[in-house]
T-cell receptor
Framework: SQKIEQNSEALNIQEGKTATLTCNYTNYSPAYLQWYRQDPGRGPVFLLL?????KEKRKERLKVTFDTTLKQSLFHITASQPADSATYLC???????????FGGGTRVLVKP | NAGVTQTPKFQVLKTGQSMTLQCAQD?????MYWYRQDPGMGLRLIYYSASEGTTDKGEVPNGYNVSRLNKREFSLRLESAAPSQTSVYFC????????????FGPGTRLLVL
């Protein structure tokens, strides 16, 4: 069965450094992958989408890569700030429809 | 523009009781979804509705029913609540079944005793 793995351990990082999160998937060939941010007590909020034919996507201080050979997506937050502290969810999806399958999320804590 | 709204925000039920979770969106989206989120399990799809008048099962549909009342509203019903259904429930919507992003509501925290 398809499996999506994100590091369940929290990532503690110093303000100003780059945070790198990993999303690995198995038994799965997603056509695209989305990343969401979730703050405590709130619903997820969309951040970035990357298609299988795109190697890299950027939005302000965020960068996502998609390696279909490694079956992995990396999510980078550059020049991290305390306001970036949240849980980040990856969600691959197949081309048919938009049924996302979410990973368990990685919590990021940026310390000043 | 409220986006996706959910009611209630919090509910406590006794085993065997029934309840309906309400969800509405004002973005004229065609597709709507119900997820549950448990610690360490991520978001799991319960049911979804690709368009008005259609509903389909997701990953964990047992114990739940849904109704797509109209284009705006998508409700989730627990006929006989069980402690295993204690969770946080999120409703989401998207423009259609393509590459569009999903917009989530604030969630309903449900505790079944």
């Amino acid at each position: 069965s398809q499996k999506i793995e994100q590091n369940s351990e929290a990532l503690n990082i110093q303000e100003g450094k780059t945070a790198t999160l990993t999303c690995n998937y198995t038994n799965y060939s997603p056509a695209y992958l989305q990343w969401y941010r979730q703050d405590p007590g709130r619903g997820p909020v969309f951040l970035l989408l990357i298609r299988e034919n795109e190697k890299e996507k950027r939005k302000e201080r965020l960068k996502v890569t998609f390696d279909t050979t490694l079956k992995q997506s990396l999510f980078h937050i550059t020049a991290s700030q305390p306001a970036d502290s949240a849980t980040y969810l990856c969600a691959p999806a197949k081309a048919a429809g938009n049924k996302l399958t979410f990973g368990g999320g990685t919590r990021v804590l940026v310390k000043p | 523009n409220a986006g996706v709204t959910q009611t209630p925000k919090f509910q406590v039920l006794k085993t065997g009781q029934s309840m309906t979770l309400q969800c509405a969106q004002d973005m004229n989206h065609n597709s709507m979804y119900w997820y549950r989120q448990d610690p360490g399990m991520g978001l799991r799809l319960i049911y979804y509705s690709a368009s008005e008048g259609t509903t389909d099962k997701g990953e964990v549909p047992n114990g739940y029913n849904v109704s797509r009342l109209n284009k705006r509203e998508f409700s989730l019903r627990l006929e006989s609540a069980a402690p295993s259904q204690t969770s946080v429930y999120f409703c989401a919507s998207s423009a259609s079944g393509g590459f569009e992003t999903q917009y989530f509501g604030p969630g309903t925290r449900l505790l079944v005793l």
